[in-house]
């Protein structure tokens, strides 16, 4: 199992239309095959300069290697992720 | 629910003795009131510094204040984290 996770940092306002337009596109990605359990969250703490984080779980790397490579994920990146994220910070665990 | 996540990176040689043991007592704060889903990990995506995960959930901010401030964790903190982790960041997540 590979849990991959993105915290970001969107370059609209707090409670905006275009926030909650980029959260809610964002959680088509669930969609793609290969992806279980997809959560969008609020980023809590201070000690980051995060607002949100995206995680997943993939089984293995050739489903993360689908997820990647799938045509919703790369629109998504092109289209909204490179326009809107003004910051971010990816991080993939997986078992000792 | 409050999920606690760090990622961190030690100074000690990957594979070495030293890591272990702090691996090892770094999984004894499962044990600490409050604390649920815990895990340690191993970070694997290149896009970071960080060499390894540890994630927790707490039912509320009271569990989690509970946890930041048992005995067992402060000392963690104080006489292992402090000498033995180069880096670190932390994240925590909560519903939207």
Do not use: C
């Amino acid at each position: 199992m590979i849990r991959h996770t993105v915290a970001f940092k969107l370059r609209h306002e707090a409670g905006s239309a275009a926030e909650k337009d980029f959260l809610s596109k964002g959680a088509e990605l669930a969609a793609i095959p290969g992806v279980t359990k997809f959560e969008i969250t609020r980023q809590v703490s201070a000690k980051n300069p995060y607002s949100f984080g995206i995680s997943m779980e993939f089984a293995d790397q050739a489903a993360y290697d689908g997820y990647n490579n799938h045509p919703d994920h790369v629109a998504f990146v092109r289209d909204r992720w490179l326009v809107e994220v003004e910051d971010f910070l990816e991080a993939d665990f997986a078992a000792l």
